[in-house]
C-alpha cells in the first residue's frame, strides 16, 4: 500500500483534558472548537489562516482582531481528526496519508477550502495528485479507499471519490487474469500461488468481501453492466460475500460477528444482507450452485428474511434440486417450538416447489427421458435425506411422512431405499405407536421391493402386521403367476372357470391402500363359492412357509379385532351382493342345464 509524507517537523500537539494545544513561544489567539475538542491555535505566525480559505472568511466576520476568536466547526467531515491533519498541514508537522485516511483529510481540506485559489501548491491539490497516480492505479489501494468513503458517502459522492474508485476497480476486474500484475487476497482452501502461477478469474473477489452492503452491490451492479463476465463469476463474488458476513447455519447456533450487538440488531443487520444478495444473484441456471441457494433459504428462515426473499430462493432451489448432496440439505431447525434437529420443512417446501413446476409441464415434456432422469435423481436425493435424518431421535413421524409422501409416484421406481429410511426409524424410535407406524409404511409400495428387500420384510418384527402380510400377499400372488404361466392351456381354462370370483377380486388389489387391502384379507379368510378346498389347503401350506412363528402368533393373537372388523365389513358386502339380480347370479352352467333337461322331456 502506497502513503504519501508530507512536512518535516515533529509533532509537537498535546492534549490536557478535552483540549489540544501545540507547543509554542507565542500564545494561541484563535480557539477552532469542532464537537467536544477545543483546539488552541495561531491565525498569523503559522500559515493557518492563509492556508485555509474558510477560516479567513470566519475570522473576518468575528470582526475583533485584537482578542482571541473563537470559531465553531460542527459539521467538518472527518471531525477533529481529519481537521489535525490539515492543521498539522498548515504547521508543517509530518503526516503520513493512505489510503485509509484520503477520503477523510481531502473531504475535510475541501471544506476549508484549501485550494490552488487560495494559496498554490495547497493541500487539495497534493491530496489529487496522491488520488489519481497512487491510489487509483493500485488494487487494494482503490478498494481501501472505496471503503473508506462509507463513512461519509455524502461528501464523497459530492466530491467525486466513489464514482472514480468504482471505475478503477471495474476496469482492473475487466483485465485478462494473464495481465494482473498487482497483489491480491486469494485463501481458498487448496490453492497456493507458489504452485499456481497463473491467476485465478475469481481473483478480486475476496477484496470485494471487505466492502459494506452497499457499497458492494454498487460495484456488483457497475460490473455487471459490462457485459464481460460470466454469471458464475458474479455468483462466486455473491458466494464468498455471504460467507464472510452471513451467519453459518450448519451449526445448531450461529456465531455472531459482534458481541455487543443484541440478538435482533444482528438478525436485522444479516436480513438486510441477505435480501441484497438474493436480488443480485444473475437469473442464469447454474450461477450459483444449489447448495448455495439451499444455505441461503436456511438463513432466510433464521433472520426472519420476507416471504418474497423465501419464495425466490425456494423456487431457484427447486430448479437445479437434482445436483444437490444430502450434506447440502442438512441444516438444523431453528424453531424453538420444535425439539426435532433437521430443518424438514426447508428440504419439503423445496421438493413441493419442484413438483408443482413438474405438473405445470406438457405431457410430452414431463415424460421425456430427461425431466424423468431429473426427478427420479431427485427421489434418490430425498430417500438418502431420509435415512439420515430419520436416526434423529426427535424426528416427529409427521415430518418424515410429510416428506416421504411430497414425491411423486413416478420420482421412486423402487422402494428399497424408502424401505430403509423406514427400518431406521423403526429401529431408532422402537416407543412408537401402532397407528404411527401404519401411518409410517402407507406409502410403501411393496410391490417395489427388491426380492432381497421383501425377504427382510418377512421377518422384521418392527414393521407393523398388515405391511408383513401385504408382502406375503404380493408374494404369493406372483408365485400364483409363475407357476399359471407354466401350466398347460387347458388347465389354465379349466381353473379358470372354477374361480372367476376370486381372480376378479385379486386382480383389484392393490397393496397400497388399508381399505383394499382389508378387503384382500376377507376375501383370503372366508370360504369363498368356487374355490376348491385343494386350492384353500395350498394357500394355507404357503402361509405357514412364508410366516415366522413370531408373526403366525400375531396373526392369531394380537389382531383379533382387526380380523373382527374385516369380517364385519364383509358380511356387509354379502348382505349388498344379495340384493342383486337372482336371474343374474344363476351359474352360465345351470343355465344350460336346465335347458337340457327341458328338451328331454319334450
Avoid at 441461503?296 to 420476507?306: E, M
Avoid at 370370483?501 to 383389484?508: F, G, I, L, N
Wanted: glycine share 6%; charged share 30%; with cysteine.
Amino acid at each position: 500500500m502506497k502513503f504519501m509524507k508530507l512536512g518535516t517537523r515533529l509533532d509537537t500537539f498535546y492534549t490536557e483534558e478535552a483540549t489540544r494545544t501545540m507547543i509554542s513561544d507565542l500564545p494561541s489567539d484563535i480557539i477552532v472548537q469542532i464537537n467536544d475538542i477545543n483546539y488552541l491555535l495561531h491565525k498569523l505566525q503559522f500559515p493557518l489562516l492563509p492556508k485555509c480559505g474558510l477560516l479567513q472568511r470566519l475570522y473576518s466576520d468575528a470582526g475583533n482582531s485584537d482578542n482571541i476568536v473563537t470559531i465553531e466547526l460542527h459539521d467538518l467531515p472527518g471531525g477533529e481528526d481529519a481537521f489535525e491533519l490539515c492543521a498539522k498541514y498548515c504547521y508543517g508537522i509530518t503526516i503520513d496519508i493512505s489510503a485509509h485516511n484520503f477520503v477523510s483529510a481531502f473531504c475535510a481540506a475541501k471544506f476549508l477550502r484549501m485550494t490552488e485559489s487560495v494559496e498554490k501548491g495547497n493541500f487539495v491539490v497534493k491530496l489529487e495528485a496522491f488520488f489519481m497516480s497512487c491510489i487509483l492505479e493500485g488494487w487494494k489501494d482503490s478498494v481501501v479507499a472505496l471503503q473508506s468513503t462509507s463513512k461519509l458517502p455524502e461528501w464523497s459522492e459530492t466530491y467525486g471519490i466513489t464514482r472514480k474508485c468504482i471505475d478503477s476497480i471495474v476496469e482492473k476486474i475487466l483485465t485478462p487474469p494473464a495481465k494482473v500484475t498487482w497483489s491480491y487476497t486469494y485463501t481458498r482452501p487448496g490453492y497456493s500461488k507458489k504452485h499456481h502461477h497463473s491467476v485465478p478469474k475469481d481473483w478480486w473477489t475476496e477484496d470485494l468481501s471487505d466492502l459494506d452492503i452497499d457499497l458492494f452491490r454498487c460495484m456488483i451492479t457497475a460490473i455487471r453492466s459490462t457485459y464481460m463476465l460470466p454469471p458464475q463469476l458474479i455468483g462466486e463474488a455473491l458466494h464468498v460475500y455471504a460467507c464472510r458476513w452471513l451467519p453459518d447455519t450448519t451449526k445448531s447456533r450461529p456465531i455472531e460477528s459482534s458481541v455487543t450487538q443484541t440478538d435482533q440488531e444482528f438478525k436485522d443487520k444479516n436480513r438486510r444482507i441477505l435480501e441484497v444478495i438474493v436480488s443480485m444473484i444473475p437469473g442464469d441456471r447454474g450461477s450459483v450452485s444449489v447448495g448455495f441457494l439451499l444455505r441461503l433459504l436456511s438463513i432466510a428462515n433464521y433472520v426472519g428474511a420476507s416471504p418474497v426473499t423465501k419464495t425466490e430462493l425456494i423456487r431457484r432451489s427447486s430448479l437445479q434440486f437434482e445436483e444437490a448432496t444430502v450434506s447440502d440439505m442438512l441444516f438444523p431447525s431453528h424453531s424453538t417450538s420444535e425439539g426435532h434437529s433437521y430443518d424438514i420443512d426447508l428440504v419439503v417446501a423445496v421438493l413441493e416447489s419442484l413438483v408443482v413446476l413438474w405438473r405445470r409441464q406438457s405431457p410430452t415434456a414431463a415424460e421425456n427421458s430427461q425431466f424423468l432422469g431429473s426427478i427420479r435423481k431427485v427421489g434418490k436425493l430425498i430417500d438418502s435425506y431420509l435415512e439420515v435424518v430419520a436416526k434423529d431421535a426427535n424426528t416427529p413421524v409427521s415430518k418424515l411422512v410429510s416428506l416421504a409422501e411430497a414425491l411423486p409416484d413416478i420420482a421412486r421406481p423402487e422402494h428399497d431405499d424408502l424401505y430403509k429410511a423406514i427400518n431406521i426409524y423403526l429401529k431408532e424410535h422402537p416407543d412408537l405407536s401402532k397407528g404411527d407406524k401404519k401411518r409410517l409404511c402407507r406409502s410403501l409400495d411393496c410391490q417395489k421391493l427388491s426380492p432381497v428387500v421383501r425377504a427382510h420384510a418377512v421377518k422384521n418384527e418392527r414393521l407393523p402386521l398388515r405391511t408383513v402380510v401385504q408382502v406375503l400377499f404380493f408374494e404369493q400372488e406372483r408365485g400364483s403367476k409363475e407357476n399359471t404361466h407354466k401350466l398347460p392351456l387347458q388347465e389354465i381354462i379349466s381353473k379358470g372357470k372354477q374361480a372367476p370370483t376370486v381372480r376378479e377380486d385379486q386382480s383389484k388389489l392393490k397393496l397400497g391402500s388399508d381399505e383394499k387391502f382389508s378387503r384382500g384379507e376377507g376375501i383370503r379368510r372366508t370360504a369363498i363359492p368356487g374355490t376348491g378346498e385343494k386350492d384353500q389347503h395350498k394357500s394355507k401350506i404357503r402361509s405357514d412357509g412364508k410366516l415366522p412363528v413370531a408373526l403366525e402368533r400375531k396373526l392369531v393373537i394380537g389382531e383379533i379385532e382387526e380380523v373382527e372388523s374385516e369380517k364385519g365389513k364383509i358380511k356387509e358386502e354379502g348382505m349388498s351382493r344379495s340384493k342383486l339380480d337372482p336371474k343374474k347370479m344363476i351359474p352360465r352352467g345351470s343355465r344350460s342345464d336346465h335347458s337340457r333337461d327341458k328338451g328331454r322331456d319334450r
